[in-house]
Nanobody, 124 residues
């Protein structure tokens, strides 16, 4: 399984970005796809996740009003729409896959496949 994140960049506070995760390879091994982020000097933390075959997205409470995760199985992609961005959202964002279907936000410990990160920088 390979996961490829894209869509990061530089945006002003209050702006929006749309991240995309392309999933390829043995996608039948995927149960859940999630987004994580790691800010400078901080640990990697979960952002949101969604079951790979049906089901709704789940979010970290502090982000659910501004972020939306969605899935397009026909295109093998998972998208993270980020609105009303704040400087504290600055981080490297990673998409990842877990082999088990999960209810709730997927923790790092459940990840079996990591993609490379994409940098998101929010200027004040």
């Amino acid at each position: 399984v390979q996961l490829q994140a894209s869509g990061g960049g530089l945006v002003q506070a209050g702006g929006s970005l749309r991240l995309s995760c392309s999933v390829s390879g043995a996608t039948f091994n995927i149960g859940t796809v999630g987004w994580f982020r790691q800010a400078p000097g901080k640990e990697r933390e979960p952002v949101a996740s969604i079951p790979w075959r049906g089901g709704i997205g789940h979010y970290v409470d502090s982000l659910k009003e501004r972020f939306t995760i969605s899935r397009d199985n026909a295109k093998n992609t998972v998208t993270l729409q980020m609105n009303s961005l704040k400087p504290e959202d600055t981080a490297v964002y990673y998409c990842a896959g877990g082999s088990r279907r999960r209810v709730g936000v997927m923790p790092s410990s459940a990840v079996d496949y990591w993609g490379q990160g994409t940098q998101v920088t929010v200027s004040s």
